[in-house]
């Protein structure tokens, strides 16, 4: 599971790094392309092993907060897949980043009176691109905080996914066995074991897989989240058309920068 997180990550963060990337075909000397792709790869490992952690995912569960994630994310990697409209907040993020992050450049500069100068870009490039990205997600969890509050004041709390509600109408199907259908709208309920994806025979907590004998509780799979119920076939070819678009516009911003 972690691995396929880190694989999602490289998409969502190849699509953050347009603009980045627009500066690498612009300059390729002065921002190396190998420091961007290391930055990238970076992020997408640290992301990848952080929300896969279980308090992370604990923590996540809450209606709300889940929601205010989602929808935050969601706005900026739609807004960062729009050409041209990226360096509306990339830029100035990244004046940010430029101007505050020679703080961590010098003492790397100064290990050697007369550095080569390639390794002086690869290290200034490969900060920044994690300096900046720091800043980006800065921008988005503000934006998370303030979905988070809009919930609050203004709209109703969305469906639990952990206390075994209906996917489709979340009426409460904890007391439904498994197989059978849901009071309210007729969707069958589903359980399986979260360890090796056996179909259970009761809802019961307690009651070991006949499979592995696992008695870890799980919920119904639909409820988990598309990184964990996407194929292997689908996660890759998401991840390669982000990779793919990001190109693009990379190749569109690099004209106006």
């Not at 066995?177 to 056996?198: N, S, T, V």
């Amino acid at each position: 599971m972690v691995g396929r997180r880190i694989f999602f990550w490289i998409g969502i963060s190849s699509i953050s790094a347009a603009p980045s990337l627009g500066v690498t075909i612009r300059d390729p000397d002065d921002f190396p392309l190998s420091a961007l792709i290391l930055g990238i790869l970076t992020f997408a490992v640290a992301a990848g092993v952080l929300s896969s952690q279980r308090w992370v995912q604990k923590l996540t569960r809450h209606p709300r907060l889940r929601r205010a994630i989602l929808t935050a994310y969601i706005i900026r990697t739609i807004f960062a897949a729009i050409p041209l409209a990226p360096m509306l907040i990339d830029m100035w993020v990244g004046m940010i980043a430029m101007m505050t992050g020679g703080l961590f450049i010098l003492p790397f500069s100064a290990i050697a009176d007369s550095p080569p100068i390639e390794a002086t870009a690869f290290i200034s490039t490969y900060i920044l691109v994690l300096w900046q990205g720091f800043w980006l997600n800065l921008v988005v969890w503000v934006l998370v905080l303030l979905a988070w509050l809009f919930q609050r004041l203004f709209m109703q709390p969305p469906a639990d996914r952990t206390n075994g509600s209906c996917p489709r109408c979340q009426y409460d199907l904890r007391s439904t066995i498994p197989g059978h259908p849901c009071p309210e709208c007729g969707e069958l309920k589903i359980l399986r074991c979260a360890d090796c994806g056996q179909d259970l025979p009761t809802g019961a907590a307690s009651t070991p897989c006949p499979s592995c004998g696992s008695t870890r509780k799980t919920t119904d799979p639909r409820w988990q989240s598309w990184v964990s119920r996407i194929s292997l076939k689908g996660l890759t070819v998401f991840v390669l058309a982000c990779i793919f678009w990001s190109t693009i516009m990379a190749l569109i911003n690099s004209r106006f920068l």
